[in-house]
Nanobody, 115 residues
């Protein structure tokens, strides 16, 4: 089993920045992928960004150039730096961990972009 603990959400004005963190613990395998998904009210959960243990990254088109995903393998932690935030980025953001044993989710953290 893998446990994920997220932090860093909150309320920010349009154009502002936030940094999300997600720490994984438990049965962590060296080959894995971690990422962030988000779900806005009335919408399906969508991929925001993902990063493999080897450092390969993938971003949703809507966040390219504004968000940066990174990870610290020694700490089993993934980060999402979100800049130039827009009201349409408002959602619950979920951390995700994948390895050969399965997919695991964090509890979610609310990000609200509003003036």
């Amino acid at each position: 089993q893998v446990q994920l603990v997220e932090s860093g959400g909150g309320l920010v004005q349009p154009g502002g920045s936030l940094r999300l963190s997600c720490a994984a613990s438990g049965s962590i395998f060296s080959i894995n992928a971690m990422g962030w998904y988000r779900q806005a009210p009335g919408k399906e959960r969508e991929l925001v960004a993902a990063i493999t243990s080897g450092g390969s990254t993938n971003y949703a088109d809507s966040v390219k150039g504004r968000f940066t995903i990174s990870r610290d393998n020694a700490k089993n932690t993934v980060y999402l730096q979100m800049n130039s935030l827009k009201p349409e980025d408002t959602a619950v953001y979920y951390c995700n961990y994948d390895d050969f044993t399965g997919r695991y989710w964090g509890q979610g953290t609310q990000v609200t972009v509003s003036s």
